[in-house]
C-alpha cells in the first residue's frame, strides 16, 4: 500500500476533507443524481403525513374555527424562505471567497425555489388574513420584509440572468445576495421589534409552545417535508446547471453517450 | 488618501458641471414627479397633506436612483475606472469621492427644492423642517447603497430598469424612516425617533457600503 493511499485510508469519514473532493462538478453529479430520489421519496411521505394531520388529526380552532388549518402551508412556506435565502448566501458567499464554481451554481439552483416558497407564504398568508383579519394585505413590518425578501430573490435572479460572462454573474449575484442577508433577521424579529398585526412567535427555544401539540406537530412535519422537497429540487436544478455549464468537459460528453445507450 | 479624495471630488464635480443638463434633468424629474401626484389624486388640501411625506420621498427615491447611471458608467466607458482600479489608493476611498460628488449633484439639489414642492402640498413649516433634514440624511444614504447597485450592473444590458430592481427593495428602509419622520412629526409625535435612525443607517451605509461597491467593481472589471 503507498504512502498516500494510506494516508487516506487513515482519515475517517468525519473528516472535512475527505468530502471536499465533491466540490468538483465532475463528482458532485452523480452524487447528487442518487440524492435526488431518496429526498424526493422522504419529501412525499412527509408532506403526505403533515397533510393528514392539518386537516384529519388537528383540532379545530377556538378562536378561528378551520380556517386556521392553512397554517400548515403557510409556516413552513415562510421559515423555507428564509432558511433557503440563508442556504442561498451562504453557498453564494462561498463562491465568492473560495472561487469554486460549484458553490455559485448551488446558490443559482436555490434561488428558484426560495422565491417560490415566498410567494407561497405572501398567498397563504393574504388567503389567511381574509377572513381572521378582514384584509388581504396590510403593510406591517412582517408582510413588508417577506415582500422584500421577494424582491431580493427576483433581483438575484435577474442579475444573474443579464451578465452574459458566468463567473462574473456568480460573483456579482453574490455580493447582491450578501448585501441582501440583513432582511431575514428583520423579517424574523419584526414581530418582536414593531407592533404588528402579525402573529407573534408561537415557538420559543426557551418556553413552551403556545399552540396544541398536534398542530405544532403537524407543522413541523410539513416543515421538514418542504424542506426535503427543496433539497430535491435544488439538487436536481444544480444538476441541470453543471450539465450546460460544463458541456464542453470530457466526462459530460461520456455521460451523454452513456444515456444515449 | 486625502488628498486623492479630493482630487476625485473635484474631478467629478468638474465633469458634472460641464454636463449641467443632466444634473438638471434628476432636479426636474423630481419635480414634476411629486407634481404629477395631486394632479392624479385630486386638489384635496387634507388628503394631499397626509400623502406628502411619501410622494416627496418617494419621488426623492426615484430621482436619486435614475442619477445613479452616471456614477460608474462614464468612467467604466472611456477606461478611468480602470485606471482608478489599478492606483494605489485605497479603493474604498475613490468610491467615497465618487458617491459624496455624485450626492452633491444629484441628492442635494433635491433637498434645496423640496421646501417649495412641501408648500405645494401644504405641509405646516414645522414639518418641511424635518422633511429636509430627512432629506439631509437619507439622500447620502441613497447614494452610498446606489453605487452598489451601479457597481454590480456595469456594462450589463438590462440599463437602468436593472439597477432599480436591485436597488429599491435595499431602498426601503430609508424610505419608512424618511417618510415616517415627516409623518410623525404632523401627526404629534416629533420626528427624532426616525430622524436618529435615519442618522444610524446612515453611519451604517458610510462604513460599511465603499467597501462593497469596491468588492463589486472589482468583480465588474475582472
Redesign the interface.
Known sequence: MSIASYTQSRKSALSASVWFKYASPQLFFPLAGKLIPVFAVISAVLCIIGAYIGFFVAPTDQQQGDAYRIIFLHVPAAWMSMVIYLAMAFWAGIGLVMNTRLSSMMATALAPTGAMFTVLALWTGALWGKPTWGAWWVWDARLTSELILLFLYIGFMALQASIDDLRRADKAGAVLALVGVINVPVIYFSVQWWNTLHQGSSISLRNAPSMAITMLVGMLVMALGFWAYSIAVALLRVRCIVLERERHSDWIKQYVVSMEK | MLKALHCVIRRDLLLAFRRRADVLTTLFFFVIVATLFPLGVGPDPVLLRAMAPGILWVAALLASMLALGRLFALDYADGTLEQMLLSAEPLSVIVIGKVIAHWLVSGFPLILVAPLLGVQFDLPGRSIMVLVASLLIGTPILSLIGA?GAA??LG???GGV?VS??V???Y?PVLIFGAGAVGAEMSGLGGDAHLLLLGGLLACALALTPW?TA??LR??L?
Open positions: 452598489i454590480l450592473t450589463v444590458r438590462g436593472l430592481l436591485l429599491l427593495p435595499l426601503v462593497v468588492v463589486a468583480i465588474a475582472e
